[in-house]
């Protein structure tokens, strides 16, 4: 039977790009989503993934959907942590509820989705989960004090979670993306594109969503289960880490 991957953030963006490339691979797909019903009940005509309203950030909420899910498909195997959000503005005007809302989502949201999973992959004695963090958590990006804070975060949490599950027979990995060809970069206008962000890569273009998804595939894998606690870094050699 097709192992299940729940991917969250899976409707839009490199969300999207995960769930189709997850199915197209054979895993029966399950893909979250917050708030916007019109693109996500396109998603679910156009690749027949099913879909699955829950804000991430609410653990009580996330519990209810897991188990719905799992109910729906069977126990979920392979998690990919997908779902984040930006509230940018400089640290001196960024208000309490802009950071609590990145905080809620972006680093809470592993915990409370995780959390739902971890016991199930433990007892089967197998799990993979794929958590989605960014560049700007490696490096720090001015205005984005939230948003990095958070996505460092992801990537401490990979690292500790790592070394619990990998006696389970349960890997923990964590993707950087970089600029990424999505609806929110190309919305960028062309000119600052063009003089700001991509002379800072030096592959001299943005990523596609379609790259990203493919690491994930790999490291939801069997031939994956020796890579454990790893960082990959997807940003055309914009920031060595």
């Excluded at 991430?56 to 899910?69: C, L, R, W």
């Excluded at 063009?194 to 994930?216: C, S, T, Y």
Aim: with cysteine; glycine share 12%.
């Amino acid at each position: 039977m097709a192992r299940v991957a729940l991917v969250t953030g899976g409707t839009r963006g490199i969300g999207h790009a995960i769930s189709i490339a997850l199915k197209n691979s054979g895993y029966r797909v399950a893909a979250s989503y917050a708030g916007n019903d019109a693109a996500a009940q396109a998603f679910q005509a156009e690749t027949g993934i099913p879909v699955y309203k829950f804000d991430v950030g609410n653990y009580e909420t996330t519990e209810k959907a897991v188990k719905q899910i799992e109910k729906d498909l069977g126990p979920i195997e392979v998690l990919v942590n997908n779902a984040g959000i930006t509230r940018d503005t400089m640290f001196h005007k960024m208000t309490k509820q802009q950071w609590d809302e990145v905080i809620g989502t972006n680093l809470n949201g592993l915990f409370n989705v995780t959390r739902q999973v971890w016991e199930g992959m433990r007892s089967r004695k197998f799990g993979r989960v794929i958590n989605i963090s960014s560049i700007n958590g490696q490096k720090g990006q001015m205005g984005q004090v939230n948003y990095s804070a958070s996505k460092a975060g992801d990537i401490g949490f990979t690292k500790a979670l790592a070394q619990e599950g990998a006696r389970a027979g349960i890997t923990v990995n964590v993707i950087c993306p970089g600029y990424i060809a999505t609806e929110m970069v190309k919305a960028i206008p062309q000119d600052v594109l063009d003089k700001a962000i991509l002379p800072q890569i030096p592959v001299g273009r943005l990523g596609e969503p379609n790259e990203i998804a493919r690491a994930v595939v790999f490291l939801a894998s069997d031939e994956a289960g020796f890579i454990t606690g790893s960082t990959l870094s997807a940003n055309g050699g914009q920031y060595f880490a």
